[in-house]
């Protein structure tokens, strides 16, 4: 077969394997790679750092696990942020599935911060710093109940708490006392916080995404409806670039140690387009 | 009859969703706030008893009737019935009536979810990077101007936000920006709104009882 | 390499690899993998909605007076009846007050944040033109804006032939609209490629210990 033919005709498990091989080796012999935080991310990370002392912060955790590996790290880097500038955090996810993920993003984090504390002001405490809402719904309740009361649309916490007896539940009431709501979502989710909570409460929304929604979601942030956008892996690393440099908390960066195999993951796919259409271009001028 | 029932139904339920947007008394705000949190929420919940009846009732009927691999339908019933039991019996942090742990082996809900969930799940998707890749190889062909438009802006993307793009140049990065807070707002701005227009003719032709596709067959 | 002694980890470890081994062809462990999966999921969705939904919102007020809530029970009983033939018509009254609710919500909601202000963010104003922090290039952005949404709208006008001026805004519409496709396809292999990183990341880190 000529070499033309066979540009067109690598088997797929070639492919695989070689893509396979272009993403494990950097995880093997790891190099955190540098990035520069672009403007949509530094956007959020302001709004995020800017929450006056009486508001909170409402963080949907509405990820599912099949794109955990891209939005987990958007989560774990607002919480670090959150909880270094002692921000008030509502934690809520929309569907039953992301539960399990907002549980494990918050006690990974809290238990961060805790280990290092040395008094009970500097903990991370339920209840007084953060309250995890937990879940009910349809998403509809939540986005236009907590323009009202949140207690009302969560009488009682992800850990059966009666919500109306928390300490944190006493100042945090409704939107009024929210300074934003981050939504990380890997869905259309963020467009329906705009649409309902956003337009009828005025509450400002900031996204972190997964990349496959990055693309659509641009026109809402160029006419401010999103405050901020996180995109993808690369986004969450930009955020935990902000937090490392402006608040020194050196943690486990999930997103940035994979930076280098996303990389070469990236190049090897474009040079695999690159030879597929060599191959086509030759095919074609033969004929 | 019985369809009209459900249309006078969707109709009436259709105006008080859209009356709490135009009139903020709390009258209205208050009636909205019982039929969201007192009867759509409770819906919510019934409604995953329909999905699961139709569920375990599609692998009942293949095991009945012995139809082709069969013997999963066990597997799925089984996995469900178990890990149901020690949701219900065992507590949503493993604090329920069923004892969920055995020395310091866990079984609880959750640690089913962090082990058997996410893993699954993940690996799902994960799949998708290689078929990905190996469908760009094959299909993606600049064969028209429009295709090799497609190709050119999706490199200038893939490019621009790698980390070494500023290593190839200092303005790539921000040109990749560009391309996405511009041509790709335009783009999709315009899509968006046929999209939008297509979706609020659609809802209103559902409230208006015009499009029932909803209400399936029979009388 | 320090391989992981939790057997957790050893049944995710082995799950995923059945998931993969999908990549040679079709087997048995992915099979029963895929069985697993969904029967485990369905039985996380039952826990929840009976501890977080029917106990504290149905079931533990009705039975300390709010009685009004027997509406809602049984309307949501007849929901069961999509499995008794005679009566299964019934199953569209909560499926109608469900539709109806929602899409009467989202009328108002869709028109004032994807059409309204959309249209807002597209016309030239000094505001649109200072919200890019570019200077005066913002007025070109913006121009650019307007063109390619109008451009892309009439691209999507198939009441009448492409053709004179149609015909070319419709050309340049389609630019605008292959560049977004574009930037969504580079922005989708991010995605993919990073969902298999976070799997590698497991098998390797948690897993075989070879990663820290």
């Given at each position: 077969?000529?070499?033309?033919?066979?540009m067109t005709r690598i088997d797929r498990r070639i492919i695989y394997f070689i893509l396979a091989l272009v993403v494990i080796l950097p995880l093997v012999f790891p190099t955190v790679l540098k990035v520069k935080p672009m403007a949509?991310?530094?956007?959020?990370?302001?709004?995020?750092?800017?929450?006056?002392?009486?508001?909170?912060?409402?963080?949907?955790?509405?990820?599912?696990?099949?794109?955990?590996?891209?939005?987990?790290?958007?989560?774990?880097?607002?919480?670090?942020?959150?909880?270094a500038r002692r921000k008030k955090v509502l934690v809520l996810v929309l569907y039953v599935q992301m539960l399990g993920l907002a549980q494990k993003a918050l006690t990974q984090v809290t238990g961060e911060f805790n280990v290092k504390a040395e008094t009970y002001e500097d903990s991370i405490i339920y209840g007084r710093d953060y309250v995890f809402l937990g879940w009910t719904p349809p998403p509809l309740i939540p986005m236009l109940g907590m323009g009202e009361s949140i207690t009302a649309v969560y009488p009682a916490d992800y850990y059966g708490n009666q919500t109306d007896t928390l300490e944190l539940?006493?100042?945090?009431?409704?939107?009024?006392?929210?300074?934003?709501?981050?939504?990380?979502?890997?869905?259309?989710?963020?467009?329906?916080?705009?649409?309902?909570?956003q337009?009828?409460?005025?509450?400002?929304?900031?996204?972190?995404?997964?990349a496959v929604s990055g693309a659509d979601f641009y026109p809402y942030y160029q006419t401010g409806q999103f405050t901020g956008l996180m995109v993808g892996m690369k986004g969450a690393a930009e955020y935990?670039?902000?937090?490392?440099?402006?608040?020194?908390?050196?943690?486990?960066?999930?997103?940035?140690?994979?930076?280098?195999s996303l990389t070469y993951a990236h190049v090897i796919i474009m040079i695999f387009i690159i030879i597929g259409n060599i191959g086509f271009f030759f095919q074609r001028r033969r004929k | 009859m019985?369809?009209?029932?459900?249309?006078?139904?969707?109709?009436?339920?259709?105006?008080?969703?859209?009356?709490?947007?135009?009139?903020?008394?709390p009258i209205v705000q208050n009636f909205d706030e019982f039929i969201r949190n007192d009867i759509l929420r409770i819906l919510a919940a019934f409604a995953l008893a329909l999905a699961l009846g139709s569920l375990l009732r599609v692998h009942v009927d293949k095991i009945r009737r012995k139809r082709v691999n069969w013997q999963y339908s066990w597997i799925l019933i089984l996995s469900f019935a178990i890990s149901s039991i020690i949701g219900l019996f065992g507590g949503v942090a493993g604090t329920g009536l069923l004892k969920t742990a055995i020395g310091s082996f866990h079984f609880d809900i959750q640690t089913l979810y962090e082990n058997i969930i996410i893993p699954l799940a993940s690996s799902m998707f994960a799949l998708l990077a290689f078929f990905m890749a190996s469908a760009s190889y094959r299909a993606f062909r600049a064969?028209?101007?429009?295709?090799?438009?497609?190709?050119?802006?999706?490199?200038?993307?893939?490019?621009?936000?790698?980390?070494?793009?500023?290593?190839?140049?200092?303005?790539?990065?921000?040109?990749?920006?560009?391309?996405?807070?511009?041509?790709?707002?335009?783009?999709?701005?315009?899509?968006?709104?046929?999209?939008?227009?297509?979706?609020?003719?659609?809802?209103?032709?559902?409230?208006?009882?015009?499009?029932r596709a909803w209400l399936g067959g029979g009388k | 390499m320090n391989i992981s002694t939790d057997p957790w980890v050893w049944i995710a470890a082995i799950l995923s690899l059945a998931i993969f081994s999908f990549l040679y062809k079709e087997n048995p462990f992915y099979r029963i993998a895929e069985h697993i999966f969904l029967g485990v999921a369905n039985g996380y969705l039952v826990t929840f909605y009976w501890h977080n939904i029917l106990v504290p919102v149905l079931f533990r007020p009705l039975f300390a007076g709010r009685l009004i809530l027997i509406l809602s029970f049984t309307i949501g009983i007849l929901y069961f009846t999509r499995f008794i033939p005679r009566i299964s018509w019934l199953v569209r009254i909560p499926i109608g007050i469900y539709i109806?609710?929602?899409?009467?919500?989202?009328?108002?909601?869709?028109?004032?944040?994807?059409?309204?202000?959309?249209?807002?963010?597209?016309?030239?104003?000094?505001?649109?033109?200072?919200?890019?922090?570019?200077?005066?290039?913002?007025?070109?952005?913006?121009v650019i804006v307007l063109i390619g949404v109008l451009c892309t709208l009439s691209y999507f006008y198939f009441s009448r032939e492409h053709k004179g001026v149609l015909g070319v805004t419709a050309k340049i519409g389609i630019v605008f609209v292959m560049i977004g496709f574009g930037a969504a396809f580079g922005y989708t292999v991010m995605a993919r490629v990073s969902l298999l990183i976070g799997k590698f990341q497991f098998l390797l880190g948690d897993w075989l210990g070879i990663i820290h």
């Open positions: 077969m000529k070499l033309i033919d066979r949509p991310v530094e956007a959020l990370y302001e709004a995020v750092d800017k929450i006056p002392a009486d508001k909170a912060l409402i963080l949907d955790c509405s990820y599912a696990p099949q794109i955990k590996p891209e939005v987990e790290p958007m989560a774990v880097a607002v919480l670090r942020h959150a909880f539940m006493q100042q945090i009431r409704n939107y009024n006392n929210v300074g934003i709501l981050v939504c990380l979502s890997g869905s259309a989710i963020p467009k329906s916080w705009v649409a309902y909570a337009n009828r409460f005025g509450v400002a929304v900031g996204v972190g995404c997964t935990e670039e902000l937090v490392e440099e402006n608040l020194k908390v050196a943690e486990k960066r999930m997103a940035s140690e994979a930076m280098l | 019985h369809k009209r029932i459900a249309l006078v139904l969707v109709f009436v339920f259709g105006i008080l969703g859209i009356i709490p947007f135009l009139i903020p008394h064969r028209s101007y429009e295709a090799t438009l497609l190709l050119v802006s999706a490199f200038i993307v893939m490019i621009g936000f790698l980390p070494i793009a500023s290593s190839i140049s200092s303005r790539l990065p921000a040109f990749a920006q560009w391309v996405l807070n511009v041509p790709n707002v335009a783009g999709q701005r315009g899509i968006l709104f046929g999209i939008a227009l297509g979706a609020v003719a659609t809802s209103l032709k559902i409230i208006l009882g015009i499009e | 109806g609710y929602y899409t009467g919500a989202y009328i108002p909601a869709v028109i004032q944040a994807s059409i309204i202000k959309q249209i807002q963010g597209t016309t030239l104003t000094g505001a649109n033109f200072a919200s890019w922090h570019a200077g005066s290039w913002g007025i070109l952005w913006s």
